[in-house]
T-cell receptor, first 111, second 115 residues
Framework: RKEVEQDPGPFNVPEGATVAFNCTYS??????FFWYRQDCRKEPKLLMS???SGNEDGRFTAQLNRASQYISLLIRDSKLSDSATYLCVVFPPYTGNQFYFGTGTSLTVIP | EAGVVQSPRYKIIEKKQPVAFWCNPI?????LYWYRQNLGQGPELLIR????????DSQLPKDRFSAERLKGVDSTLKIQPAELGDSAVYLC?????????????FGEGSWLTVV
């Protein structure tokens, strides 16, 4: 089983829509979770960390469900500039400084 | 603060030729990573360094790939000889242990095309 699994999409949504991505992880002891954004032919960049209580940054909300071992990213009022690939990243304990990446979920926001 | 710096950004080589990539991590970051990313896939770890020690190179194809991190700062990744299947983007990243947890930062990547 992969450490991190994501629905690759693609998700094609109209401007202004709300879209949600989920990501599941296999190591129940994992403590640190992140969402990264990757634009076409660019490097991944940190979008937001995911805290146990959930966190919000403007139109973006990240949540953690430990019981079901998944994290989610919700984007409200989608903008054209949100079009990108969103990578789920998990940092399990006791693996050294090892990060595990999902395959990414592709989002295209349509005018 | 300067980010992770990589060079070259783009490289086109013929198969069987050698190629090398260079990375300078963020200052103070002890952990350095080399990832390979193919189109439509997430980054896959090739090798991870803690200071100058390679602590995880299990996914590095050692018959043709080599890496070093002399003095625990800059790192180079070499492929010799390159094969067509090596075409990908090679991402260098670094991280640092912090009280609230680790975060990984990427360089812009070195895009390799083998023809």
């Amino acid at each position: 089983r992969k450490e991190v699994e994501q629905d690759p999409g693609p998700f094609n949504v109209p401007e202004g829509a709300t879209v949600a991505f989920n990501c599941t992880y296999s190591n129940s002891a994992s403590q640190s979770f992140f969402w990264y954004r990757q634009d076409c032919r660019k490097e991944p960049k940190l979008l937001m960390s995911v805290y146990s209580s959930g966190n919000e940054d403007g139109r973006f909300t990240a949540q953690l469900n430990r019981a079901s071992q998944y994290i989610s990213l919700l984007i409200r009022d989608s903008k054209l500039s949100d079009s990108a690939t969103y990578l789920c990243v998990v940092f399990p304990p006791y693996t050294g400084n090892q990060f595990y990446f999902g395959t990414g979920t592709s989002l295209t926001v349509i005018p | 603060e300067a980010g992770v710096v990589q060079s070259p950004r783009y490289k086109i080589i013929e198969k069987k030729q050698p190629v090398a990539f260079w990375c300078n991590p963020i200052s103070g970051h002890n952990t350095l990573y080399w990832y390979r990313q193919n189109l439509g896939q997430g980054p896959e770890l090739l090798i991870r360094y803690e200071n100058e020690e390679a602590v995880d190179d299990s996914q590095l194809p050692k018959d043709r790939f080599s890496a070093e991190r002399l003095k625990g700062v800059d790192s180079t990744l070499k492929i010799q000889p390159a094969e067509l299947g090596d075409s990908a983007v090679y991402l260098c990243a670094s991280s640092k242990r912090e009280a609230f947890g680790n975060t990984i930062y990427f360089g812009e990547g070195s895009w390799l095309t083998v023809v």
